[in-house]
């Protein structure tokens, strides 16, 4: 596989969670093709579903890793891969740290991953493969109750969490403020944790997203709607050497992570 087909086969499966991507592209790229920034993905720190069982995927596609990150208190830990082909998106890539969280949800969780073979994936379609487990809305809502995260990934599964839309390329709009605008006249909600536009120039990298749509999930014990996918927008800015900032910032991540948040709505 390659990385274009990856990219495709993500994409096709992200308008199907946040079907308003669509729309956002219509309106931000007026007419233009729109061109990603990067790409989310979630997962657990287990010996099969880890960053580090899933790295060969990467590598299989062409990316390197380009850096490592932390986020504390919501127990995650991430890396972020680029290609070395111009255009191709970066994939940001987190795991959550079972170790850190309670005895209860850390059963849950390998209980469900159980249901998977013990040896890793090979083939990257594996991470736009959805949901490999069943779960019941019950055990989904135990989840959120001490991790977001968690219940979101336990629900959803493999899939692309979020595409980000990179607004240097937009011909019709030069900010995430202007981007921001365009969203909220249009009817969108913002993901207003942290303020509505996370980071700034002297960080190298502002960030916007919208709240995720909410869509309609199978459990085991029938259908609920919950938080499903969403579209970011970032914004680069120019490092001492004139090359646009390819890395991330912990302090917008972490909000950006609550875009997915069931119990702020
Ligand atoms: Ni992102």
Redesign the pocket.
């Known amino acids: 596989m390659q990385a274009a087909e990856f990219f495709d086969l993500l994409w096709t499966d992200f308008l199907l969670h946040a079907p308003s991507a669509e729309s956002i592209h219509s309106l931000l790229g007026a007419g233009e093709p729109i061109v990603n920034d990067?790409?989310?993905l979630r997962t657990f720190a287990t010996p099969a579903l880890g960053l580090e069982a899933l790295h060969p995927l990467f590598t299989h596609l062409g990316f390197v890793v380009g850096d490592e990150y932390r986020f504390r208190a919501k127990k995650l830990r991430a890396r972020y891969y680029r290609h070395p082909e111009a255009g191709v998106p970066k994939v940001?890539i987190s795991e959550l740290l079972l170790d850190e969280c309670s005895e209860q949800l850390r059963g849950t969780v390998l209980k469900l991953c159980e249901q998977l073979p013990t040896a890793p994936a090979l083939d990257p379609a594996f991470l736009g493969s959805g949901r490999p487990w069943d779960i019941s809305f019950d055990s989904y809502r135990a989840l959120l109750e001490e991790s977001e995260y968690a219940g979101w990934l336990a629900a959803h599964g493999f899939r692309a969490n979020?595409f980000?839309v990179d607004v240097n390329a937009l011909s019709a709009y030069s900010s995430v403020a202007e981007v921001n605008r365009a969203l909220v006249a249009a009817g969108y909600r913002l993901n207003t944790a942290g303020g509505e536009i996370k980071g700034s120039p002297a960080v190298l990298l502002e960030?916007s997203?919208i709240l995720a749509d909410r869509v309609s999930v199978d459990f085991s014990d029938g259908a609920r709607e919950i938080p499903g996918c969403f579209y970011?927008f970032?914004r680069r800015y120019q490092q001492a050497d004139g090359s646009l900032y390819q890395g991330?910032v912990e302090a917008n991540?972490d909000r950006?992570f609550e875009s997915t948040h069931a119990l702020s709505r």
């Open positions: 990067h790409i989310a940001f979020h980000t960030q997203s970011e970032a991330f991540a950006i």
